[in-house]
Nanobody
Framework: QVQVVESGGGLVQPGGSLRLSCAAS????????MGWYRQAPGKERELVAT???????NYADFVKGRFTISRDNARNTMYLQMNSLKHEDTAVYYC?????????????WGQGTQVTVSS
């Protein structure tokens, strides 16, 4: 009923930039919030950044000043501009959508997009 698709991952050198996109589609009545999470090998999934429908934003401390989250409410799309990338940013990045679907509120995950920071 809901599809969440991330894109934009890839291989980048330290100090480089990438822009991730997340598009949500399906029987969505409204979206309360969208967020980026990441999971590195052998580690738990962690919050990167979130943005609400009212554009209230929250960043994890380790990305403040380097990453910028934004969204296009009309297109149910969210972006993550990642600058000054470091080796430790290597992970699978997942999009989460907190949405009202068929009058039930739930979180929906995408399949993830790999970001690899390496020289």
């Amino acid at each position: 009923q809901v599809q969440v698709v991330e894109s934009g991952g890839g291989l980048v050198q330290p100090g480089g930039s990438l822009r991730l996109s997340c598009a949500a589609s399906g029987r969505i009545l409204s979206i309360y919030a969208m967020g980026w999470y990441r999971q590195a090998p052998g580690k738990e999934r962690e919050l990167v950044a979130t943005i609400t429908s009212g554009s209230s934003i929250n960043y994890a401390d380790f990305v403040k000043g380097r990453f910028t989250i934004s969204r296009d409410n009309a297109r149910n799309t969210m972006y993550l501009q990642m600058n000054s990338l470091k080796h430790e940013d290597t992970a699978v990045y997942y999009c989460n959508v907190d949405a009202l679907v068929n009058f039930k509120r739930a979180g929906y995950w995408g399949q993830g997009t790999q970001v690899t920071v390496s020289s």
